[in-house]
Nanobody
Framework: QVQLVESGGGLVQAGGSLRLSCAASGRTFSNYAMGWFRQAPGKEREFVAAISRSGTITNYADSAKGRLTISRDNAKNTVYLQMNSLKPEDTAVYYC???????????????WGQGTQVTVSS
């Protein structure tokens, strides 16, 4: 199995930036497509971004395009989410996830991290 641990969340003012990290251990990291999801209070978990096993292909939710960037460093077994120009509506718990299949926004991900809180103040 794969264990995933997110970090880098915190409190930031609107317009600011954060970089989330997700460290993976267990099985071979490069065999998995990776994704970022988020869940705000009272709302369903939603897709944010995904990246293929090699990092060649990325997918983004419309709300993330132009502001959030997913990347991965397979040598470090880590996936990142760089968040710029943050808005209060970005406030949520952010989760990383691993998929042994093709990944992308509609995949059923196999493994999930515990989440990290991002709070954006007005």
């Amino acid at each position: 199995q794969v264990q995933l641990v997110e970090s880098g969340g915190g409190l930031v003012q609107a317009g600011g930036s954060l970089r989330l990290s997700c460290a993976a251990s267990g099985r071979t990291f490069s065999n998995y497509a990776m994704g970022w999801f988020r869940q705000a209070p009272g709302k369903e978990r939603e897709f944010v971004a995904a990246i293929s096993r090699s990092g060649t292909i990325t997918n983004y939710a419309d709300s993330a395009k132009g502001r959030l960037t997913i990347s991965r460093d397979n040598a470090k077994n880590t996936v990142y989410l760089q968040m710029n120009s943050l808005k209060p509506e970005d406030t949520a718990v952010y989760y990383c996830a691993a998929d042994g299949g093709r990944g992308g926004p509609t995949a059923t991900y196999d493994y999930w991290g515990q989440g990290t809180q991002v709070t954006v103040s007005s």
